[in-house]
């Protein structure tokens, strides 16, 4: 028995009892979630891969102003 792709096709309209997997269904549905995991993946990478600036490279000058009365 060969593997049924058409079984990925998660964008159904209606009810399962009513409808038929399809190839390009199935395609598309496979696409979109690789996509998904894509932009997660690269968000995830991009957020624990933050470089923090260091003294030398990016400093912000404070200047202290002391009143007293």
Known sequence: MPFDFRRFDIYR?????????TYT???ISICCCLFILFLFLSELTGFI???VPTV????VQVSWQWVTQ
């Open 25 to 27: 269904g199935a395609i």
């Open 49 to 51: 891969t933050t470089e």
């Open 13 to 21: 309209k209606v009810p399962k009892d009513l409808t038929q997997p």
């Open 56 to 59: 030398g490279e990016e400093s």
